[in-house]
């Protein structure tokens, strides 16, 4: 059975595309192709993004492309479904906390900005008009996509991947993934978690760590999980949470929002939603 | 029916191959003045929007993909003793 791998850098990452049989060649370039167009529409570290014009255009009426709408919808729901503990507004906090770069141009210090957390929590206030295709942000606020972007690409990129013909495959942003029919040895689709290797299939899987993009502010370490109740770095969850979910976008923003959560809870509040949390 | 809005998803549809899946839209609208005097400078202007609307089929498939299974339980996890194929990490 043809395989095919790509391996390439986008979203601050290494993406990694892997398709199992297939009856049209290309198909797999226009995936890596799709993936460098959603980094363009979402990226907040690329000036002409739809995602930086929404925040540059706070308290305006934006109208958007099918693929952001469809972002800041998904993340609404998170942050619904989650009580709260995934948010994408917390993107001033994370300003605030020194993540103003891509991680890759940030360096291992940065100054503070000032902080200004107005409308952080304002999820609510997120006005969708999918008929208009539009968005308005609260007046002060911020979108972040991180915490669901990676996951969200993961999943569009492997529909297209599946109706396009491909008999399985994995998108990989970076560890926010998905996988979907049969694997490269059948069967389905060997994940390595750190030191041990779990089979699934049709699934998206995500891990989110406190170890990972870390850097010093005025001698303090620190990293990019805002807990949404502080608006501070998150110092109550797990070091490194990986979750199992139906799909790689509600893999990512469970796994954000249990990283803020403490370990105790993690647990229960995986089982309501309907995901699999592995401490590791 | 919603109005499309940007090009790239009729390449993406067409990427895929699914013509049965998309109503696709091209309008060309070329712009000549025939009447162009010598003190005109300006070039003609040719706009091209390509507009593409997924069917109701490709719509609900999407939706289904982006739903993906129901809630998971610990049979679906197998802990095997074989190399990966792909790895999660935190990034």
């Known amino acids: ?280 | 029916m919603s109005q499309p809005r940007h090009p790239a998803l009729a390449a993406r549809i067409l990427a895929a191959g699914l013509s049965t899946a998309a109503v696709l839209g091209i309008v060309a609208v070329l712009a000549r003045d025939s009447q162009r005097s010598a003190r005109d400078d300006q070039d003609p202007v040719v706009e091209i929007r390509v507009d593409a609307v997924p069917d109701d089929e490709l719509r609900s498939s999407l939706a289904e993909w982006l739903e993906g299974r129901p809630a998971l339980t610990d049979d679906w996890v197998d802990v095997v003793d074989v190399p990966a194929d792909t790895a999660s990490e935190p990034s």
């Open chain 1, 1 to 280: 059975m043809t395989l095919e791998r790509r391996r390439f850098s986008a979203m601050g990452s290494t993406v990694e595309i892997i398709t199992v049989g297939g009856r049209r060649s290309g198909v797999i370039d226009a995936a890596v192709a799709r993936v460098h167009d959603l980094e363009r529409r979402w990226s907040r570290f690329v000036e002409s993004s739809e995602v930086s014009a929404l925040n540059r255009l706070a308290g305006a009426t934006v109208r958007l492309s099918d693929d952001t709408l469809l972002l800041v919808e998904l993340a609404r729901r998170a942050w619904h479904e989650t009580g709260g503990r995934f948010d994408p507004t917390v993107l001033r906090a994370v300003e605030a906390a020194g993540y103003t770069d891509s991680f890759d141009r940030l360096g291992s210090t940065v100054s503070r900005p000032p902080a200004d957390e107005r409308a952080i929590g304002a999820c609510h206030a997120i006005e969708v008009d999918r008929r208009a295709g539009s968005v308005r942000l609260p007046s002060g606020g911020g979108f972040d996509p991180g915490g669901i972007g990676k996951g969200l690409a993961a999943d569009l990129v492997s529909h297209e991947l599946s109706t396009g013909g491909v008999d399985g495959g994995c998108v990989n942003l970076g560890g926010d993934l998905r996988v979907w029919g049969v694997g490269p040895r059948d069967g389905g689709w060997r994940v390595g978690l750190g030191a041990r290797t779990i089979e699934l299939t049709d699934v998206g899987v995500a891990t989110s760590g406190t170890r990972r993009r870390t850097w010093q502010v005025d001698g303090e370490a620190v990293h990019h999980l805002i807990d949404p109740t502080t608006s501070r770095p998150s110092t109550s969850g797990p070091d490194t949470i990986t979750v199992i979910a139906g799909s790689a976008w509600r893999a990512e923003t469970s796994a954000t929002a249990l990283s803020a959560t403490a370990g105790d809870d993690v647990a229960a509040l995986a089982e309501r939603w309907g995901v699999r949390a592995i401490l590791r």
